[in-house]
């Protein structure tokens, strides 16, 4: 994803809603539809959106639309809430921090997502496998900081893009 810092603008509001986690993705898939992520499958972002779309025909269908209205508002609260404090955290940092992500202590930990190392040095790795890789995770109150520091003090930048040189030894 792009570094809060590559998309300012002199409009202070239009500069924070291009740094939000929801712009962000949109970023993230029009750099997709233009193959400029080379890991992300196109004909799998299709797919996606042609079962979307046809589950959103059923359901009008069904004369439920009020159910594509309701997943629509929950996901919106899932991008604008929880994933952008934990975007924050996870792939942010102060300038020159040589790292690529972030490990994190949390108070619920969902699906080990806070052992994100491990999850970049093996994303084919069940989500109940994933252990820290990092000797001395964040601290949970980092989980808030971090995201005060990336879009409000404007001081913490996205971080390196990990290389074949971060993967950490594999204990045999």
Known sequence: M????????????????????????????????????????????????????????????????????????????????????????????????????NEYCVWIPLFNLNRHVHHHEDMRCPWYLLEFRTPQPLARWHYFAHWFRVYVRRDYVLMRPMSAGDLLPREQ
């Open 2 to 101: 792009r570094s809060v810092q590559t998309v300012a603008h002199r409009n202070r509001l239009l500069s924070w809603l291009v740094a939000t986690e929801a712009v962000q993705h949109l970023l993230f898939l029009w750099d997709v539809l233009h193959g400029r992520q080379p890991l992300v499958r196109l004909w799998r972002v299709v797919a996606s959106a042609t079962i979307s779309t046809a589950c959103v025909l059923c359901l009008w269908q069904l004369g439920r639309f009020d159910v594509v209205w309701k997943l629509i508002a929950i996901n919106a609260f899932s991008v604008l809430v929880p994933a952008s404090l934990r975007g924050a955290i996870e792939h942010h940092g102060p300038p020159g921090a040589t790292g690529f992500a």
